[in-house]
């Protein structure tokens, strides 16, 4: 029988971004992020007149945060230790919403932090890119572990009950703001810190039931 696997977002679940992400805006460039919220087309706006920016100038934004600044991302407390003692008990890969060509500095990224892992590039929902990480590995039980519940609410569109998933927001100013996938049905638990959440997850890897 295969081993178990655990499917695990990045930025929010394992490293801080949001934070990072705002602390560079202020200092290098001309717009101000309001983490009051979990939008950013209202979050980011341009320090001189106050007005949102546009689509294409978030996108702009985020794009030269992931090419300059991953170096500035440290892990959520607990993460890498807690990824790592999975990691004993099944295989785990990393399911990243970057571009293509950001796959090899994610995985460069998170060995500087102490985790060696096969990392998944994705755009857009994550159910479809779940389904085929599952037919590759064909694990005898899958975890999948998101901060956002949109990637909860298309995982169980793609899989059912195929997969357990965990809805975890590791970023203190950003969690609150962030709408329960738990609450919407579409996540087996919430649980917003690693302390509590790496026994949850050992149980579900020995397959106890959620």
Not at 102 to 107: A, S
Not at 133 to 141: G, H, Q, V
Not at 142 to 163: C, V
Request: with cysteine; aromatic share 6%.
């Amino acid at each position: 029988m295969n081993r178990p696997l655990v499917i695990s977002d990045c930025d929010e679940v394992l490293l801080h971004m949001v934070a990072h992400f705002r602390d560079w805006l202020n200092e290098e460039t001309e717009v101000d992020f309001d983490m009051q919220g979990a939008d950013f087309t209202t979050a980011m706006r341009w320090r001189g007149s106050g007005e949102p920016l546009e689509q294409k100038d978030i996108w702009r934004y985020l794009g030269r945060f992931f090419d300059t600044q991953m170096d500035r991302q440290l892990p959520i407390l607990g993460a890498i230790e807690g990824i790592n003692t999975l990691a004993e008990k099944a295989d785990v890969v990393i399911l990243t919403n970057l571009t293509d060509e950001r796959q090899l500095h994610r995985v460069e990224q998170l060995a500087k932090h102490g985790l060696d892992a096969k990392v998944y590039t994705n755009q857009g929902p994550k159910g479809p890119a779940l389904q085929r990480i599952l037919a590759e590995y064909e694990p005898s039980r899958a975890i999948f572990i998101d901060d956002l519940p949109q990637h909860h609410q298309s995982a169980r569109e793609a899989l059912a009950g195929d997969i357990t998933t965990l809805h975890l927001c590791g970023e203190p100013a950003l969690a609150p703001h962030i709408a329960c996938a738990h609450q919407a049905g579409h996540a087996d638990a919430r649980i917003d810190d690693w302390a509590s959440a790496l026994p949850w997850l050992l149980d579900r890897i020995e397959g106890k039931p959620a």
